[in-house]
């Protein structure tokens, strides 16, 4: 393995728009494309072949991967300005490696197909907005799409916390800072602490990870910022009561009512295989927090939200999961079996026979 094998390798993964390259000890590169993953006619790699490949990241990064290292983020770019967001870890004493391809380009809420009240939601003056999903199911771009689109229409102070840094903005209207945890910053924590001294409009944190992160977030809603962030989690309810959990309990009822004032939207997402099995479709539940959610949040009856959103879909241009999966079923879009594959809903199918 040398740099030029390395980047032939990237460059067909762009070529070939392929979602995730893996290098792993023993076996060929893999690509996942479509949602599958692909064994490649290369040749096996070595320890050498990994190590290699980890240094150069390392590189590029300006860093040293530190000797005891279990698991390490990273990202990499391309001459043609290619990028990739970088996993470095340890497998069986080995070093393996998975890159995810970032698209050069940031894509419009219309070209990811990605619902039109997105355009809506960031309009909000401030309070907390959150994208979560499944990893690999499309948080980062709807983040990025969501930014840029606030970038485009309003001259706002924009910062961006991540850990690494993914896609990369060109201030329009907004002025935007990107800062990347490990080079600009030591950790989100400070990271938030030190953008509220920033003339802050909008802050986005690449990912809620811990209970200070979370609780800084909060607060930075609260005191009038626009806040958006992800969370590994699969619909609204989940989403609110996994930030809840984080908390110890008997801090958990006033943590309801603050997040209920400055909850603004969650988007939950998962990328579906598309009828034809040529692309991935996503399929996007919308939660607005209306006075009947902040109700629910406040006491705690996180079950009800789902039945809301649909009761509310038409006046607030909500929808749940399901309701979305049926959409795409009756256009054609998308096979029953594969909605229900990804509907949590034992009654998917009785749904839309009444559609």
């Not at 290369?42 to 190590?51: C, W």
Request: a neutral charge; hydrophobic letters at 40%.
């Amino acid at each position: 393995m040398d740099i030029k094998v390395l980047n032939q390798i990237l460059e067909i993964a762009f070529a070939k728009r392929v979602s995730d390259v893996h290098f792993e000890v023993g076996s060929p590169p893999f690509f996942r494309a479509h949602g599958q993953l692909l064994r490649s006619k290369l040749a096996s790699l070595t320890p050498a072949d990994t190590g290699f490949i980890a240094a150069t990241i390392m590189k590029n990064n300006k860093r040293d991967l530190p000797a005891d290292f279990t698991e390490f983020d990273a990202s990499y770019s391309l001459a043609n300005s290619g990028r990739f967001r970088v996993s470095i870890f340890k497998q069986r004493g080995n070093i393996g490696i998975v890159m995810r391809v970032i698209p050069p380009e940031i894509g419009s809420f219309q070209e990811l197909k990605l619902p039109a009240v997105l355009a809506e939601i960031v309009k909000a003056p401030n309070g907390l907005i959150l994208v979560t999903g499944p990893t690999g199911n499309g948080k980062s771009t709807t983040l990025a799409s969501m930014i840029n689109y606030i970038n485009d229409k309003y001259a706002y102070n924009i910062i961006t916390i991540e850990d690494p840094i993914e896609f990369l903005f060109t201030s329009i209207k907004s002025c935007i800072i990107q800062r990347e945890v490990g080079i600009d910053t030591a950790d989100f924590g400070s990271a938030l602490k030190a953008s509220l001294r920033m003339d802050p409009d909008v802050i986005m944190v690449g990912e809620l990870r811990d209970l200070e992160t979370i609780d800084a977030c909060v607060k930075a809603a609260e005191t009038g910022h626009l806040v958006f962030s992800t969370l590994h989690t699969q619909n609204a309810a989940s989403t609110i009561n996994r930030i809840i959990g984080h908390f110890p309990p008997d801090s958990q009822e006033i943590v309801r009512q603050r997040l209920a004032d400055i909850l603004v939207a969650t988007i939950s997402l998962r990328l579906v295989e598309g009828k034809t099995g040529e692309n991935l479709i996503p399929v996007v539940e919308v939660m607005r927090t209306t006075t009947t959610i902040q109700a629910c949040i406040r006491d705690g009856n996180l079950d009800e939200i789902e039945g809301h959103m649909e009761k509310g879909a038409a006046q607030y241009q909500m929808q749940s999961m399901d309701q979305h999966l049926i959409q795409l079923c009756n256009k054609g879009l998308i096979s029953m079996k594969e909605a229900k594959r990804v509907s949590t809903s034992m009654d998917l199918e009785r749904k839309l026979t009444f559609t």
